[in-house]
């Protein structure tokens, strides 16, 4: 079973930073692409950043280049988002996504900048 199970959102202030994680299991990790979303309330899902089963392709949404990075540790079936300069408009769910025939999802962690 498919299970993707994201942690580290929270609170904090605009220039601060957070590192999200994404566990996941119940697949070939290393064969898939991994991808970070949001969604902020009211708005659509947004794709944030994608990594490649290699970590050589990488691609991110323009709003969030130059301050957030996206790695994997294939060793730990584990993604990260590390996410700097935060800004206010980064307020969002924050969930892992894979697609393995279809979109698989973990819950989501809420990420919050504010003063």
């Known amino acids: 079973q498919v299970q993707l199970v994201e942690s580290g959102g929270g609170l904090v202030q605009p220039g601060g930073s957070l590192r999200l994680s994404c566990a996941a299991s119940?697949?070939?990790?290393?064969?898939?692409?991994m991808r970070w979303y949001r969604q902020a309330p009211g708005q659509e899902r947004e794709l944030v950043a994608v990594?490649?089963?290699?970590?050589?392709?990488?691609n991110y949404v323009d709003s969030v280049k130059g301050r957030f990075t996206i790695s994997r540790d294939n060793a730990k079936n584990t993604v990260y988002l590390q996410m700097n300069s935060l800004k206010p408009e980064d307020t969002a769910v924050y969930s892992c996504?894979?697609?393995?025939?279809?979109?698989?999802w973990g819950q989501g962690t809420q990420v919050t900048v504010s003063s």
């Open positions: 119940g697949f070939s990790f290393s064969a898939y692409a």
């Open positions: 996504n894979v697609n393995i025939g279809g979109d698989f």
């Open positions: 990594i490649g089963r290699r970590s050589i392709s990488i």
